[in-house]
Nanobody, 119 residues
Framework: QVQLVESGGGLVQAGGSLRLSCAAS????????IGWFRQAPGKEREFVGT????????YYAGSMKGRFTISRDNAKNTVYLQMNSLKPEDTAVYYC????????????WGQGTQVTVSS
């Protein structure tokens, strides 16, 4: 079992930055691949990016490349999503999720944190 708790969301002006955190608990949480997703009102959930268990490999959705950076500190069991140059269209609830590296399905999800970007 892995429990995930996101934090760091809030209101920011366009062009600003936010850093979200995803705190993981569970004995083997550092063994999991962590993904970030977001869901805006009235829209489907959207993939943001992912980071491997060791932090070696990272992948981002096209629209986030160059603006968003995912990192992790396994000593703290925490994964971060640094978001720069934020745009109003980045407004959404952001979720982190965990999956075993050998699987495609994310089995564990956090409760989400709201990010609102004002124009």
């Amino acid at each position: 079992q892995v429990q995930l708790v996101e934090s760091g969301g809030g209101l920011v002006q366009a062009g600003g930055s936010l850093r979200l955190s995803c705190a993981a608990s569970g004995r083997t949480s550092s063994s999991y691949t962590i993904g970030w997703f977001r869901q805006a009102p009235g829209k489907e959930r959207e993939f943001v990016g992912t980071i491997s268990s060791t932090g070696t490999n990272r992948y981002y959705a096209g629209s986030m490349k160059g603006r968003f950076t995912i990192s992790r500190d396994n000593a703290k069991n925490t994964v971060y999503l640094q978001m720069n140059s934020l745009k109003p269209e980045d407004t959404a609830v952001y979720y982190c999720a965990a999956r075993l590296p050998s699987l495609q399905k994310y089995d564990y999800w956090g409760q989400g944190t709201q990010v609102t970007v004002s124009s």
